[in-house]
């Protein structure tokens, strides 16, 4: 029997694609800022953001859309509640995918990013998004990357006060340092003094006006919060950069297997553990997912302990320890040094060359996670201050020069892995520490207790708790200059530099001395030079590809605007890149004022939608926990101490949406297969299913995983749109389950929001005519029949009507809660209740607003429908009575020797004895029974009667 007007695919494709180009004309989502014409102060802010999106090549896949829907949804939701919303969308655009792709095929990174952008914009707008267009931009934008470049020149210029624990400016700095405030210690070190005429700066301390200009300008520099460095890397000289630890694999590049070798190369770092504590104190102040909070204190790894300096028996010098047990040092029989260590370049010992060079191409993740751990004796000797002991210094991998000092002091007695180690070697092992009670340990013994054998000529801890100890063991090493008390973090300086060509250009140059020099903000945006040749050139030693631009690389201070040169001085431009992190650090700001040339936030913009607390809500993928969320919170934190932001945290709350995942086959060995290579065979068809590699016969198992192109087990959302429209796409993502597990993509689970949806259009629609129904049998509202009680066509159901106000106010809290999936149920409940009874149409008004933003193409046509010549992205929320969310009465089933017969409406309170009679009373049940005895009758209040009868 044809239906011609039934919602069906096609007839859904068409009333999205209509009510797109609506909405997108009339700029339904522009959301002004403060001062700018439609904008209303009387309206509660909302801030909700999308992490940003990196544009690949191959567009979506049906996972990126979860978390995009989701603050789609909430976004809606809080207009119609009357807020002026913030709902952005941008592109993360710079970054090592599009660069490689320029190496292998020679065109421009920004050819093949902007094509990503235009297939990313078509997707997500095809699914209805609110986002407020007007605010796109990319990191690529001249106009977006100039302000990235303004930031990091406000880090460079900027220092971090540790008495007022925050980042002030560079001048404040020398202005301290005129007024006689601080100087400059013998290590080259930041030295407060207390300015007292009739008092001597300390003992070693050099005044700023005792300082040559060089001299000057080097403790300037070493106070930076950014700052240049000479860290360790991972250099490819195939690939032409350095590489994270996750990217080597056994000494070689994850991407094409080449040989990677360890060494030190300039760069630039932020100072990003000055904040250590900052951060950390920080996260006491969000709202965030307690496994984020855990991962980001663990990577900062805050500690307590002292620095120790170990005399060398040969000559002056001294060998700096970090340990978090001092009280230990007694226990310390030998020392181990990372192979990096300085201490070891004058060492010439074969074994001990051969075992540096073999170092230098293991990661510090390998490094980290061999079991068994590998040395050797360096042949350099310390003294214990502790003992005066000689001890003896190793060298081992396992040892990182990124933490502490890239020394230990080895106490196997007390530690697991030195313990390992002195077993391997036949070392000496000394318990210093006994448990609480005082008894004697087993083995290793890493905990606290009491300290044993801890006697010197000038200190003894014997006797003392760990606490105790600890506290009496930094007083004598300060006491004895020996030592000092420290708070040491596993947090490193952030690597801020990359050797490629596809990344913001540094707004630096360097003069003929070797001296850098900030650009003048009037010559920003420094943009990259074009280049056609992107191959890195293949060393040892680490040269950027921007070098290979040598007309850019090669100016004067004149044209890159150094004020501190002359005009016609030479510099070269700074031929690193910042990392793909730099622009996604602040693009959160960005969107409150996107077209600002004067700033790269206006100010009023910036305290209204961020100001106090952040961003409202920020979503996205939990794999960027610590990273991008750490980087970003240090620069906002900078910012504020600069006085250009006024919350102190950028993202209030956050929320981690969990992956929809696809199906996989797996080898016995756990290897993976691509979906492609791969069949379905059984021998008979009651069989469970089975399937069998086609190359080789194996039989393999499917089992669920990430989305791949390599496993090709990769869903284009563009497909299930054509094939049921993005309404069913955005109710089937956010029906899977909660918002923030994961769970299996199935294609064919989909048809089940689309056969709701077509209830839905049901309600409203007559499939044989199209009009508009106002109940159930099929009065068109504005017939002349369906005229009465302004325009409904029946009297309200008193079932319908409580069934609605339960979804409106079940799908308000949820939506609230990010419980998708459960305010969806709720709606589905209201269609059931509306299919049995009828609907009128002020009803249907209603839940077409809780519908609109789950499915907002439906819900504008429906709105339309119903007479509304408005849009209903505009429409309030609907309200809800208390009072009406319990039913009065309730369905009970009444069965037959367990077997359902009848139903009963009986008062919600009704006793046992009356739900009895009534069920026993009832039509049909008398003709089911007649001729046979009542034997029983079990009785369930409120849902159920049973009666036993033969």
């Given amino acids: ?220 520099n070493d106070q930076r919060l950014a700052y240049v460095g000479e860290p360790v890397v991972n250099w490819c000289p195939k690939l ?194 006994l448990h609480p009670d005082g008894s004697a340990p087993e083995g290793c013994y890493p905990g606290e207790g009491i300290a044993v054998r801890s006697c010197g000529s000038s200190v003894s ?69 074009e280049m056609e040749d992107f191959h890195p050139a293949e060393s040892d030693d680490p040269r950027p590809l921007l070098a290979k631009a040598r007309d850019w690389v090669q100016t004067t201070a004149g044209a890159a605007g150094v004020a501190d040169l002359a005009a016609d001085a030479a510099v070269t431009r700074e031929t690193n890149t910042m990392p793909g992190w730099a622009g996604s650090c602040w693009y959160y700001l960005r969107y409150a004022d996107p077209h600002n040339d004067e700033r790269f936030v206006g100010e009023e913009a910036e305290r209204y939608w961020t100001g106090g607390h952040g961003v409202d809500l920020y979503i996205g993928g939990a794999e960027h926990a610590v990273l991008h969320l750490l980087y970003a919170r240090f620069w906002h934190m900078a910012l504020y101490d600069l006085g250009f932001v006024s919350s102190p945290e950028p993202f209030g709350k956050l929320f981690h949406q969990g992956m929809i995942t696809s199906h996989a086959y797996q080898r016995p060995d756990k290897s993976l297969v691509p979906i492609d290579q791969v069949e379905k065979r059984n021998e008979v068809e009651e069989q469970d299913d089975r399937y069998i590699e086609t190359a080789t016969g194996g039989e393999v198992k499917q089992i669920v995983a990430k989305m791949s192109k390599s496993l090709k087990n990769v869903i284009n959302p563009d497909d299930i749109i054509e094939e049921y429209g993005a309404d069913t796409f955005r109710l089937y993502e956010m029906y899977m389950g909660a918002l923030a597990d994961s769970k299996p993509w199935n294609t064919r689970d989909t048809s089940g929001m689309f056969r709701f949806l077509q209830r839905v259009w049901r309600l409203a629609v007559d499939e044989e005519t199209g009009e508009t129904r106002s109940k159930r049998t099929g009065l068109p509202r504005h017939s002349p029949e369906g005229r009465r009680r302004d325009g409904d066509a029946c009297e309200t159901n008193d079932a319908v009507e409580r069934a609605l106000h339960r979804a409106i106010a079940k799908t308000g809290a949820d939506i609230e809660k990010l419980h998708f999936n459960t305010g969806i149920a709720a709606m589905i409940e209201f269609v059931n209740a509306a299919g049995k009874h009828h609907v009128t149409a002020e009803q249907l008004d209603r839940f077409v607003r809780i519908l609109a933003p789950f499915a907002p193409h439906i819900a504008e046509e429906l709105w339309h429908r119903l007479g509304h010549e408005d849009s209903v992205v505009g429409t309030t929320w609907p309200e809800f009575d208390e009072s009406l969310l319990v039913d009065t009465t309730v369905d009970v089933a009444v069965q037959i020797m367990g077997k359902v017969r009848a139903h009963i409406q009986v008062a919600h309170d009704t006793d ?20 046979k005895t009542v034997r029983k009758v079990i009785v369930v209040p409120g849902r159920l009667v049973n009666i036993v009868a033969s």
Avoid: C
């Fill in 240 to 433: 032409g950069t350095a590489l994270a630890n996750e990217e080597v694999i056994d000494g070689r590049s994850e991407r094409g297997g080449h040989p990677v070798i360890r060494k030190p190369l300039k760069q630039w770092l932020f100072r990003i553990t000055a904040y250590a504590d900052r951060l950390l104190a920080g996260l006491e102040s969000v709202d965030w997912p307690e496994s984020t909070r855990i991962q980001q204190t663990e990577w900062i790894g805050r500690s307590e302990g002292a620095d120790i300096d170990f005399k060398l028996t040969d000559g002056d010098a001294f060998l700096r320890v970090y340990t978090t047990r001092p009280d230990t040092v007694f226990g310390a029989t030998f020392m181990v040094v990372a192979p990096e260590h300085p201490v070891l370049q004058d060492v010439e010992r074969e074994e001990v060359r051969a075992y540096i060079d073999a170092a230098k191409g293991r990661s510090e993740v390998e490094r980290m996670e061999t079991k068994k751990k590998t040395g050797v004796d360096s042949g350099l000797t310390a003294i214990n201050p502790a003992t005066g002991e000689t001890i003896p210094i190793w060298v081992a991998d396992y040892v990182l020069m990124g933490y502490g000092h890239g020394a230990i002091m080895a106490v196997p007695g007390g530690d697991e892995r030195d313990h390992e180690f002195a077993q391997q070697y036949d070392l000496p092992i000394v318990t210093v520490v």
């Fill in 1 to 220: 029997m044809p239906h011609p007007y039934r919602y069906t695919a096609e007839l859904a494709n068409e009333i999205e694609l209509r009510w797109q180009a609506s909405w997108e004309e009339q700029q339904a989502y522009r959301q002004p800022n403060p001062g700018q014409a439609g904008f209303d102060a009387t309206r509660p802010r909302y801030y909700v953001l999308d992490m940003f999106p990196y544009p690949s090549g191959a567009g979506l896949h049906v996972g990126h859309p979860e978390g995009y829907t989701a603050t789609d949804i909430l976004a809606r939701y809080k207009r119609m509640r009357g807020f002026n919303v913030l709902h952005p969308m941008g592109w993360d655009a710079y970054g090592l995918p599009a660069e490689q792709y320029a190496i292998q095929t020679g065109v421009h990174p920004a050819i093949t990013t902007r094509r990503a952008i235009d297939t990313f914009r078509r997707q997500l707008k095809r699914f209805g998004f609110s986002y407020d267009w007007s605010r796109e931009f990319g990191t690529i934008d001249d106009d977006y990357y100039r302000w990235t470049q303004w930031i990091f020149l406000r880090i460079y210029n900027a220092w971090f006060d540790t008495r007022k624990d925050k980042a002030r400016p560079i001048t404040e700095l020398v202005e301290e340092a005129e007024n006689g405030h601080l100087g400059i210690g013998a290590e080259g070190e930041l030295v407060w003094i207390d300015v007292d005429e009739s008092a001597a700066p300390p003992a070693g301390v050099r005044l700023w006006d005792e300082l040559d200009g060089d001299t000057r300008r080097a403790f300037i």
């Fill in 461 to 529: 801890l014997d006797g003392l708790e760990t606490p105790d100890a600890k506290r009496r063991i930094i007083d004598w090493l300060e006491e004895t200059g020996a030592g000092r008390g420290k708070v040491n973090t596993r947090l490193r300086d952030w690597l801020f530099s990359r050797q490629r060509y596809w990344g913001e250009p540094f707004p630096i140059v360097w003069d003929e001395d070797g001296r850098h020099h900030a650009v003048g903000e009037d010559t920003l945006p420094v943009r990259p030079p």
């Fill in 912 to 931: 046992k004895k009356t739900l009895e009679a009534t069920a026993l009373a009832h039509e049909r049940i008398q003709e089911l029974i007649d001729g």
